[in-house]
């Protein structure tokens, strides 16, 4: 199992239960979440995920353990690593990810618009943006609010952020300079919360499909990371979208299609599709929909029994959700009402949520480590407000 972030924690776990002794690679020194995991048998430490040193590294690892049976890639700089050297990667092991061509193909959020809207799904107006000078006048070409997303790599032009919500040329943040190469998309903002429509497919067919609805994100604008999500019942509508986007991809592996859906009206929008795990697979492992189990024994061309799911199963990501809580009553932005209310929401998910992404009981240390590091990063930044020196981080802060 490669990747350290949350979701690949949910991977260990699942495969682990399923009777597999799972090595964990990482190129932290600190750990990682599947890496405190009970579960965890054996872990491989390999060069930065970014650096070419990583793709023949583990090939020359594979190489040398022909023991080993699967592969299992975690996360969107996995899949983009290892997808180029597909045909050059030795085998066995089965490697369990999205086809190539996908992941390719789902890296430009321009194509996959292309490709929604020629299979009549809805998608919201777009232009596309290259040059600085151009931004403002695209998105008063869109109209206020609008969302202003990077093409690829969202470091390319946003940083760590998804998407920038605008209500006003105020809200607008032009890079400077603007990034070589970088093209942004300029949406009109809609309505809705998103639904996050996860699957596994082989050949362009869909074994296993579970749909959940996103209610809060670590964002007020709705974008970021989800931290309170419910399941829902299979929507007709945006199952068929999802299944005719697999099947014009010809995609192979898991992957999760987004959408925006207001239940006030049932109209839905197509966001994005994600050729990998979702980071929220944690709630369909828990409600019976063992994502990662179906994956591997799809890539492995078992037959595979679609699983059933119960819905109105709500989960939450404490961690997160304590650290963008602090930071929201502590700190200088917003008024009393937003702190009450975010105060409000956060102890309605701590309450009333049946599931936590990262904490079992069975397996509770991965979650634990997750709140130190937040901890110790949240002192850094106060001692940096103070003026003093902050210390130098030890680890990534966890997705």
């Known amino acids: 199992m490669l990747g350290p972030y949350k979701e690949s924690l949910i991977v260990v776990r699942s495969l682990a239960r399923a009777g597999f002794r799972v090595i964990v690679g990482s190129e932290s020194r600190w750990g990682s979440y599947p890496e405190r995991s009970r579960y965890t048998a054996e ?24 023991d080993l049976a699967y592969v299992v890639p975690v996360g969107d700089l996995l899949a983009r690593a290892l997808a180029p050297h597909w045909e050059t990667l030795p085998r066995p092991p089965v490697f369990v990810m999205a086809s190539p ?15 929604a809207k020629s299979c009549g799904i809805p998608v919201p107006e777009w232009v596309t943006v290259d040059e600085a ?3 403002l006048g695209a998105v008063h070409d869109v109209g206020f609010p609008c969302v202003i997303k990077a093409n690829e790599t969202p470091k390319l032009f946003l940083e760590k952020e998804k998407a920038m919500v605008c209500h ?8 400077d300079p603007w990034p070589a190469g970088a093209v942004a ?16 497919a082989r050949q362009g067919r869909v074994l296993a499909y579970f749909e959940q609805q996103v209610l809060r994100t670590d964002h007020f ?6 931290v309170d999500s419910v399941s829902v019942a299979p929507t007709p509508e945006l199952s068929h979208y999802t299944g005719r986007l697999v099947w014009e991809l010809a995609y192979s592996g898991p992957g999760c299609a987004q959408f925006l859906r207001d239940d006030a009206t049932s109209a839905a929008m197509f966001l994005e599709l994600n050729p990998r795990f979702d980071s929220t697979i944690a709630l369909p492992y828990q409600c019976g929909c063992d994502l990662p189990l179906v994956a591997l024994q799809a890539a492995g ?7 059933e799911y119960k819905a109105g199963k709500r989960i939450r990501w404490l961690v997160r959700d304590m650290w963008t809580t602090g930071w929201v009553v502590v700190g200088r932005k917003g008024g009393l009402g937003m ?23 069975a397996d509770p240390v991965p979650a634990f480590h997750a709140g130190f590091e937040l901890l110790e990063s949240g002192w850094r930044r106060f001692r940096g407000a103070l003026g003093l020196e902050p210390h130098p981080p030890r680890t990534r802060s966890p997705r």
């Open 133 to 135: 000078d151009k931004l």
């Open 185 to 200: 998309l300029v949406q009109r903002w809609v309505p809705g919360l998103r639904r996050n429509c996860h699957f596994v």
């Open 43 to 66: 872990i491989w430490r390999h060069p930065v995920l970014s650096l070419p040193e990583f793709v023949s590294a583990l090939q020359q690892y594979v190489a040398s353990h022909p």
């Open 301 to 307: 061309g078992k037959e595979i029994v679609a699983p």
């Open 168 to 175: 006003s040329e105020m809200d607008v943040v032009t890079p």
């Open 339 to 361: 702190r009450l209310s975010q105060l409000r929401r956060f102890g309605q998910s701590v309450f009333v949520a049946d599931y936590d992404m990262t904490f079992e009981y």
């Open 221 to 226: 604008d709705g974008t970021g990371l989800g």
């Open 101 to 115: 061509g996908a992941v390719l193909k789902c890296q430009s959020k321009l194509e996959l618009c292309q490709l």
